[in-house]
């Protein structure tokens, strides 16, 4: 949903900083913006609650998420032959595509 607020909010932050500093500068600007997001999302966001250092045993009794590390296996053969993935795909490609 963000990608749309993004697409609108953009305009307003890149036409000035192009006007003052040139269209060169939007990119390393964004560029430095992505690194920086990157680090805070690897630092921020985990696969479990228990990998999260502030996230106490109670907590993770709490919300009874299951690890599942183990268990990282796709049986591709039987995905690719759904008919409802090969739908949300088709669906996915024409709403990216417009944009």
């Given at each position: 949903?963000?990608?749309q607020i993004g697409g609108a909010i953009a305009p307003l932050v890149i036409v000035p900083i192009q006007?003052?500093?040139g269209w060169r500068t939007s990119f390393?600007?964004?560029g430095i913006a992505g690194v920086v997001w990157s680090?805070?999302?690897?630092?921020w966001y985990r696969d479990t609650p228990a990998e999260k250092?502030?996230?106490t045993p109670a907590?993770?009794?709490e919300s009874g998420v299951q690890s599942f590390a183990d268990n990282h296996t796709l049986p591709w053969g039987i995905a690719l032959r759904c008919a409802n993935l090969?739908?949300?795909l088709l669906v996915v490609f024409c709403y990216?595509?417009?944009l």
């Open positions: 949903m963000f990608m006007m003052h500093y390393y600007v964004m680090f805070a999302w690897y630092w250092a502030n996230v907590e993770i009794a090969w739908a949300m990216v595509y417009g």
